[in-house]
């Protein structure tokens, strides 16, 4: 797919106009996709009488909504709190962009005023707000664009108007902002600060685009009973999900392990107990369609494993109609604990070979076969059925290696005798023919991740949410030198960390007391930040070059009089600490820990390599001799590391982050 110019529709407000030209430079910078912005009308921006109150859902979308219907733009952008709530005709589609305004509503008074008298609003939750706040005052519908709104406000019309405080940002007005509204006092509408973006369901290219900003769908099983039968698979996604739609069978004591990561995860239930359901199916589909397009890393929980009568299919199936990645993890069932956790065990030798599963409710009338242990006798179990009748078997199932075979039993008598190097499950029956889509950008690419532990919980976070499969395959390790001894006497102003792993090590090896520690510290990125969130102290940290480079351009020029504790690992160097001390700083430059390279003989099946750092880049300069795959650097020394050894990274990150160099990895195929 060639790189084009695409038409873009907006509202012709000021703020509209602004706001979309904002995210469609970034959105440029990331793609190198080229547009074209045209203004139009809408039914909400002619009509300035009717109470937005009472208006209809698409009163400021209609125009753009016929224009993309029409074929006359290409994608239109909105704010998201623009979207009609009973949602979009059903030829279109739509994403939010992940760059977010504050959220909150914002009182704006007319200079002079202490008591305002009358207040101007535009929604049901702002008047209720206003009533409990300023219950003697009147409140007056407000109508018109944000600089005509604020010019009523000045010409004595209102006292006071409430306004979102994200499009006062947008247009540089927050010096007009007299209060923040909290968030506990006034509920904002998910989409206020958000931009939208709408487009033909069916556009190829706009699925891929949607596809870049938003993450795959995770579904899991829970287990059955005891929370300790969750996968550790499942309760990794628990701890990373940013929604949770979970079912009633399950440990509820699972649901305390969310938020590890992001703190204001909603958690939606929706399941059912005896009959009573709390949604429809239909509603849980949509509901899931509906977050994964906020951008939001979704998890569809679901009590045993997700697959067996979980209704999988009509959840997934929505998902993959619209070009949706997701993925699947299995989980402990209730067929598991009830027979092998209580000794009525499903096969016993000599005493049962195998065994059947059904559910009276079922509507479908075919009976799956699956052998196990069968390769080496494929030919003549394949004999018992008609030479029609379809077969898989899934080699290496799980693993990296995996890989299925499909074909029908008279081709399978043919080709027996099946090697049986490598294990594997036969199957029999029409369900063989199914198969999940690989969706998202990355499309079921198989990404090697080479770093070490504390760069795979990311790695394979991103590399999942663009809908690849992660490859853990560490090449490099660490080992800890010295035990850090501060003592009070040292004195030292600034405590200097480069990495989340010196990080790491600085706060297990430390054995004199933590308020011995400077009060501030200078890291160079967000993740060496958030591993020394625990100590509470000012942090200095550059806005987006996360290098030590970058770190020195965040730092004063001037250092005199500084004691400095910069701590890292032996292969860093001395750069940083000799740059400090040019500024004037005294410096003691401490190696906590050295990196070993770990080479292996046999890389693991892949399709790209992911290289976080240059340790990581030379062991698999020895490790993998075929250098014509993608190679995906974070950050320029290992790019560079690379390109002396004679080999081009394809992508290197523009910010050195994990979820950056696989986000831009992953831009890079929207041409594919």
């Not at 550790?232 to 999900?241: K, S, T, Y």
């Not at 993740?527 to 965040?554: K, V, Y």
């Not at 050295?594 to 290289?611: A, G, K, Q």
Request: proline share 7%; aromatic share 6%; with cysteine.
């Amino acid at each position: 797919m060639s790189k084009q110019t695409l038409i873009v529709g907006a509202r012709d407000s000021k703020l509209s106009l602004l706001q979309a030209e904002t995210a469609l430079k970034q959105i440029q910078s990331q793609t190198g996709l080229h547009f074209v912005l045209r203004a139009f009308s809408s039914p909400g921006d002619r009509d300035q009488t009717t109470d937005l109150r009472q208006s209809p859902g698409n009163f400021f979308t209609k125009d753009l909504d016929d224009a993309l219907l029409s074929g006359e733009i290409d994608l239109a952008i909105h704010s998201a709190k623009d979207l009609p709530p009973e949602g979009l005709p059903p030829a279109l589609d739509w994403f939010w962009l992940p760059w977010r305004e504050d959220p909150r509503d914002a009182l704006v008074m007319r200079r002079g005023i202490i008591s305002p008298k009358r207040i101007g609003i535009s929604s049901g939750r702002r008047e209720t707000w206003a009533a409990k706040r300023f219950p003697k005052a009147e409140r007056v519908t407000l109508r018109g664009a944000i600089p005509a709104r604020l010019q009523q406000l000045d010409d004595g019309k209102y006292d006071a108007i409430v306004i979102a405080a994200a499009a006062l940002h947008r247009l540089e007005q927050a010096h007009r902002i007299d209060e923040y509204i909290p968030i506990s006092e006034l509920t904002p509408p998910p989409g206020q600060g958000v931009l939208a973006v709408t487009f033909r369901r069916e556009d190829g290219l706009l699925r891929k685009l949607r596809n870049l900003y938003i993450k795959s769908v995770r579904f899991a099983g829970a287990g059955v009973g005891d929370g300790e039968l969750c996968t550790i698979a499942a309760l990794r996604e628990i701890q990373a999900a940013d929604c949770i739609i979970y079912d009633a069978l399950m440990d509820a004591s699972l649901l305390e392990e969310a938020g590890k990561l992001n703190p204001c995860v909603e958690k939606i239930y929706v399941g059912k107990r005896s009959g009573k359901h709390a949604l429809k199916q239909e509603a849980i589909t949509a509901l899931i369609g509906e977050h994964v397009r906020r951008g939001q890393r979704v998890l569809r929980l679901k009590g045993g494993d997700p697959g067996l009568f979980g209704r999988l299919t009509e959840e997934t199936t929505a998902l993959a109609q619209d070009g949706i990645p997701f993925c699947v993890y299995p989980g402990v069932s209730a067929l598991n604990t009830a027979t092998t956790a209580t000794g009525m065990l499903l096969t016993r030798r000599h005493e049962a070979r195998g065994f059947q599963v059904a559910t009276p409710r079922s509507q479908g009338k075919e009976m799956p076969h699956v052998w196990f242990m069968a390769l080496g006798m494929a030919g003549e179990i394949a004999r018992d059925y008609p030479p029609e009748m379809p077969y898989a078997i899934v080699y290496d199932a799980g693993t990296p290696a995996q890989t299925i075979v499909r074909g029908t039993a008279g081709e399978l008598v043919q080709a027996s005798p099946l090697s049986v190097e490598r294990p594997g499950v036969l199957l029999f029956g029409a369900f063989t023919k199914n198969a999940f889509p690989q969706n998202g950008l990355l499309a079921g690419q198989k990404v090697w991740v080479t770093g070490s532990q504390s760069i795979v919980r990311k790695a394979r976070l991103s590399i999942i949410d663009h809908g690849g499969i992660p490859v853990v395959q560490p090449l490099i390790r660490f080992e800890p030198l010295r035990e850090v001894k501060i003592r009070p006497s040292k004195g030292y102003n600034l405590l200097v960390v480069t990495s989340p792993t010196a990080a790491h090590f600085l706060l297990k090896q430390m054995v004199s007391p933590i308020q011995f520690l400077p009060k501030k510290i200078a890291v160079t990125g967000p993740a060496t930040a958030e591993a020394l969130r625990s100590l509470n102290t000012e942090t200095i940290m550059p806005e987006r070059n996360f290098s030590a480079q970058g770190l020195l351009e965040a730092l004063p020029r001037d250092l005199t009089g500084m004691k400095i504790l910069r701590i890292r690992s032996e292969e860093a160097g001395t750069f940083l600490a000799e740059e400090l001390k040019k500024r004037g700083a005294k410096v003691k430059d401490l190696s906590l820990y050295r990196t070993v390279e770990c080479p292996i003989s046999v890389p693991p099946p892949h399709d790209v390599v992911f290289l976080a750092s240059s340790s990581a880049a030379r062991a698999w300069l020895t490790s993998d001799t075929d250098h014509e795959r993608a190679v995906v650097a974070m950050g320029e020394p290992t790019a560079a590391t690379l390109r002396r050894n004679g080999v081009a990274p394809s992508v290197v990150a523009p910010v050195q982050t994990v979820a950056e160099a696989i986000f831009t990895y992953a831009a890079g195929r929207l041409y594919v």
